[in-house]
């Protein structure tokens, strides 16, 4: 799995659609204003209005006791497993998770776990290769003590866990004795794209984090739910990597006004998706993967030209992407319009017959 993403490049006219990701989106104004009016008090000590009732929201949300406010949606990944596996344990998690390939090891490094990779397509695993990854508790293999799924998966292509195997796994594991993880970066477009709530479709993980700098359009912060006491010793961590925050309700108030605003127009984001996958499949030679969500995974190749070419010719028209391994990864967000998805459309088609 290879992603470095590049830095911008100065010497590149402006960036006028920009698909490279849901974290690319800038505050609107009406959230600046949210901002600028909230509440504010001592975080660490328990004593920001906006956090606390930003805390509170998720808490309900989720279905969970209680919910912590995070820089980042890594460090809510970080401190649940720090909180939750001890050294040399093992977690179970699919072969392209976050935790395992976009986190600078964290988990090896400050907590000494072992990270197992299970295969399966979309970024997800099946029941039964979940079942033949469990063992049962033996002097020899390493304590299995968490298991991790991304919901939607982000590599899978946005994809979204079928309802009947999150139970499943989540019931399996709790049955061996595993703590259930999942990683929410794109929860809500899951929660929109199914139609089932947040906290039923989380009903049987222990700890859920939702992003609040993806797709809901706030300039940073995640928050991560669980049990009271899980959420103690999150708190811990959190305090001992340096993460607490003092007057948070400035960030955390664009937080909460993206959960008024900006959750049920991820349909329109999933609707541009579905725009820009239907109009490359018109393309001879373009492989695209069916979006569920707001990733839109594409090939070009078979058009005759690779996709890190098309990718160098549409920043140089303006339009930024990513390339993920050998596909090219579009994401559609609150700064993406449809007409900015016929543009690029367009783009793809000029380039793909100049060639
Ligand atoms: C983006 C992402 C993260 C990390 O979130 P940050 O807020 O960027 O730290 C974790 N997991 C998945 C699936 C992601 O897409």
Redesign the pocket.
Known sequence: MSYTPSLPDPSAPPVRINLLSD?QTRPTPAMLEAMARAEVGDEQIGDDPTTNALNERVAALLGKEAAVFLP??????VTATLATCRPGDEIIAHRT???LS??GGTHAALGGFQITPLDGDGGMFSLAAFRAALHPRNRYEPPQTMVSV?Q???IGGGTIWPQATLDAIAADGKAAGLATHM?G??LMNAVVATGIAAKDMTAGWDSVWI?F??GLGAPVG?SLAGSRAFIDEVWRWKQRLGGSMRQSGVIAAACNYALDYHVERLAEDHANARALAAGLAQLAGVEVQEPQTNLVFFRPDGAGVPGAELVARLRARGVLLAMMDDRIRACTHLDVSRAMIDETLELVREILRAA
């Open positions: 974290t980042s949606g890594t460090m809510c990944n998770a976050h935790i976009r986190e991304e939607t998966a982000n990683d970066a794109r992003d700098s993806k995640a």
